[in-house]
């Protein structure tokens, strides 16, 4: 139990373009779900924190603007890189809340920007 | 807010050999502490958790401790295999809000 898929794995996109990424916990439901991004041999850095049914809390420095959540249901939560810059390649891995404190995580997805 | 730092960075051991990896927090109401292991290329995974009422607890090779007076806990790994190489990330959290280590890379050498 306890999987977390991501969609897509890797995504190639022009700059000015945007991108959505979905978030899904497969077997269980997730009132809390994170998104992080995650730079070459670095650790995690969390971006938001994304409720079901109402707005995202966004860590410092993160662009609500430019970093679109939307936690539609129970089980998915989206992300959106808009107006996409190649700074913004990155890994972005999202968690879901099982427990009051478990988290699990995707796979990944792979952001290139051209 | 917390902080957690881990050590060590890097980490090399041969087949069989023990692997330790330690990590210190600085938030006294963080009570959940988990370990992670994270593949190339792979989203985390959850490999071993403890709560702060536990002091210790095991599951096969991997064991984790927990002192909460020091704020500090470890992850043990006995007889190492090459498929255990790989970034293991250590955490805590108060809340439903967790903030990682910098990450151990771990290689075990066949």
């Known amino acids: 139990g306890a999987v977390v898929s991501q969609h897509p794995s890797r995504v190639i996109c022009k700059s000015g373009t945007s991108v959505k990424i979905e978030c899904r916990s497969l077997d269980f439901q997730a009132t809390t779900m994170f998104w992080y991004r995650q730079f070459p041999k670095q650790s995690l850095m969390l971006m938001a924190t994304s409720n079901e049914g109402s707005k995202a809390t966004y860590e410092q420095g993160v662009e609500k603007d430019k970093f679109l959540i939307n936690h539609a249901s129970l089980t998915l939560s989206t992300l959106t890189v808009t107006s996409a810059h190649p700074e913004d390649s990155s890994f972005y891995i999202c968690s879901a809340l099982r427990t009051p404190y478990e988290q699990y995580f995707g796979p990944g997805t792979r952001l290139t920007v051209t | 807010g917390e902080n957690v730092e881990q050590h060590p960075s890097t980490l090399s051991v041969q087949e069989g050999d023990s692997a330790v990896i330690k990590c210190t927090y600085s938030d006294s109401a963080s009570n959940y502490f988990p370990w992670y292991k994270q593949e190339l290329g792979k989203g985390p995974q959850l490999i071993i958790d403890?709560?702060?009422?536990?002091g210790e607890k095991k599951d096969q090779r991997i064991a984790v401790t927990l002192n909460k007076t020091a704020k500090h806990f470890s992850l043990h790994i006995t007889e190492t295999q090459p498929e255990d190489s790989a970034v293991y990330f250590c955490?805590?959290?108060?809340?439903?809000?967790?903030?990682f280590g910098a990450g151990t890379r771990l290689t075990v050498k066949p």
């Open positions: 403890i709560r702060s009422n536990v």
């Open positions: 955490a805590a959290s108060p809340r439903d809000d967790m903030r």
